[in-house]
């Protein structure tokens, strides 16, 4: 059973460049979501989806779009990366808001 | 609005124990707590919903104290792998917000 699948694992990108990041989930969740982990700043949420075809914005979403096609995969973009969007990003998925976040393992990315 | 977690970080012996403390200024629905281990992604530990209670996992247990807006997290006769940085999130009807941390280190 591979949970959360996120890819790829790591990326190093030059500013301006486009990208995007993909979330697959097998357990059939509802919920997904993307989160930015920076040095002391704990889990910042970018954006979520309640469900297929679904998408609402968290606490940081500036620079960042995502589309929610299919209830299995959700994916995050950046349109033109800049250095201060260097983090570890996670992806989570989960039944309800009240249900435990299954987590991924994550995608490293620098943004030269 | 993010929760406040104390203390930012505690050591350790082997069999000491902890408490970890998770405030906030909105009104809490639900409380959920993480673990995470360096360099790898965080682990659910336990949801409080409101209403007082007390939830348990191994030597790890939690309040929820619904009208002071806070939970507790302890963690009791610690082992070598509690080591970590610990994270609640406070819940409303569709996302979280996190605390940001507190590490956890225990030593032999």
């Known amino acids: 059973n591979a949970g959360v699948t996120q890819t790829p694992k790591f990326r190093v990108l030059k500013t301006g460049q486009s990208m995007t990041l993909l979330c697959a989930q097998d357990m059939n969740h509802e919920y997904m979501y993307w989160y930015r982990q920076d040095p002391g700043m704990g889990l910042r949420l970018i954006h979520y989806?309640?469900?297929?075809?679904?998408?609402a914005k968290g606490e940081v979403p500036d620079g960042y779009n995502v589309s929610r096609l299919k209830k299995q995969n959700f994916l995050l973009g950046l349109e033109s990366a800049a250095p201060s969007q260097t983090s570890v990003y996670f992806c989570?998925?989960?039944?309800?808001?009240?249900?435990?976040?299954?987590f991924g393992d994550g995608t490293r990315l620098s943004i030269l | 609005q993010q929760p406040v977690q104390s203390p930012q970080a505690v050591i350790l012996r082997e069999g000491e124990d902890a408490v970890i403390n998770c405030s906030s200024s909105?009104?809490?629905?639900?409380v959920h707590w993480y673990r995470q281990k360096h360099g790898e992604a965080p682990v659910f530990l336990m949801i409080?919903?409101?209403?007082?209670e007390q939830k348990g996992h191994e030597k790890i247990s939690a309040s929820f104290n619904e009208k002071k807006q806070q939970s507790s997290l302890y963690l009791t006769a610690s082992q070598l792998s509690y080591s970590g940085t610990y994270f609640c999130?406070?819940?409303?009807?569709?996302?979280?917000?996190f605390g940001k941390g507190t590490k956890l280190t225990v030593n032999p």
């Open positions: 989806s309640v469900g297929e075809g679904t998408t």
């Open positions: 989570a998925s989960s039944w309800t808001a009240i249900q435990p976040q299954h």
């Open positions: 409080l919903l409101k209403g007082g």
């Open positions: 999130g406070t819940g409303g009807s569709e996302k979280l917000v």
């Open positions: 909105k009104a809490l629905y639900s």
